[in-house]
C-alpha cells in the first residue's frame, strides 16, 4: 500500500505575499524582545507554534517558550516536547495543573464528564490550561501565540497585538502569524526542515489534549476535530476568548 503524503507535502504552499509576511513576522518579533520584556511564546507544539519556535531561535532572541502540559496530551506530542527540550536554544518552561486540582475532578464529575456538557469541560479546561497558564505569565508584559485568522470564524479578527487580560491583568497579546496561510505554514516548516508534530501526517490540523481532538476529514473546517461532540461555534477552551 502507498504511504500516506505527509503534511508537507500536502501542504506546503506559499502564498505571493510570503516573503513579506514572514518579513513583518521577524520583525515584529525582534521589536518584542526589545521593547516588551519581560514576554514568552506559549507553544501546543502544533505547526504555527514550532514555526515561531524556529524564528525565535534562528534570530537568537532571548523570549523563553513554554507548553502548557495538561497530563492529557497526545503521546506524539510529548515527544515532541522531549525534543523541544533538547534541541531549543530559547529554554522551554513546562506548566503542569494542579495535581489535587485534576484528582478532584477525577473523582468527580469524573475524566468522562467532558463529554456530557460543555460546563463540565470548560471545567476540565480551566483547571488543566486556563490556571497553569494564568502561572506561566505571572509578571510577563506580553506573551506570544500562533493565532492566524485563517484559522476560524471566531479568530477573524485577530490582530498583530492586541490589548489581553489574563486572571484580571491586563497583558498584551503578539500574534505573529495573523496573516499567514496554513499553507505559508507549511512552505517554512518545509523550507527550514522544522520537526513538527507527526498527528499533522495523520490529518490533525489543530492539536490539543488527546480526549478531546480528532483527524478531520476532506471539507471539514480546520477546527472541527476539537470537541467535536459540542456546538460548531464553540470551539475555544478559554485560552484565547476575549473578556
Not at 510529548?78 to 529554554?91: D, I, K, N, T
Request: glycine residues 6%; proline residues 5%.
Amino acid at each position: 500500500m502507498k504511504p500516506l503524503p505527509k503534511a508537507t507535502e500536502l501542504h506546503a504552499k506559499a502564498s505571493a505575499t510570503f516573503d513579506a509576511k514572514l518579513a513583518a513576522t521577524q520583525a515584529q518579533l525582534k521589536a518584542a524582545s526589545l521593547e516588551l520584556q519581560p514576554l514568552k511564546q506559549a507553544t501546543s507544539l502544533g505547526a504555527e507554534d514550532v514555526v515561531i519556535t524556529h524564528i525565535l531561535n534562528s534570530l537568537q532572541l532571548d523570549i523563553p517558550v513554554f507548553v502548557l502540559e495538561t497530563g492529557a496530551l497526545h503521546s506524539d506530542t510529548l515527544a515532541l516536547l522531549e525534543r523541544l527540550q533538547a534541541h531549543s536554544r530559547a529554554p522551554v518552561q513546562v506548566y503542569r495543573p494542579q495535581h489535587e486540582a485534576v484528582i478532584a475532578f477525577v473523582k468527580h464529575p469524573g475524566q468522562q464528564a467532558i463529554y456530557d456538557s460543555m460546563a463540565n469541560r470548560k471545567a476540565c479546561c480551566g483547571i488543566r490550561k486556563l490556571e497553569p497558564l494564568g502561572r506561566a505569565l505571572s509578571g510577563q508584559r506580553a506573551w506570544i501565540t500562533g493565532l492566524r485568522r485563517e484559522q476560524s470564524q471566531a479568530r477573524a479578527e485577530v490582530s498583530a497585538q492586541e490589548a489581553d487580560v489574563t486572571n484580571g491583568v491586563p497583558i498584551i497579546k503578539l500574534n505573529p502569524l495573523v496573516d499567514w496561510t496554513w499553507g505559508d505554514v507549511w512552505h517554512y516548516i518545509a523550507t527550514h526542515k522544522v520537526d513538527y508534530n507527526p498527528l499533522h501526517d495523520q490529518f490533525f490540523p489543530s492539536i490539543g489534549c488527546a480526549p478531546c481532538t480528532r483527524a478531520i476529514s476532506l471539507g471539514e473546517d480546520f477546527r472541527a476535530g476539537r470537541w467535536w461532540w459540542e456546538d460548531e461555534t464553540a470551539k475555544e477552551c478559554g485560552l484565547h476568548v476575549k473578556a
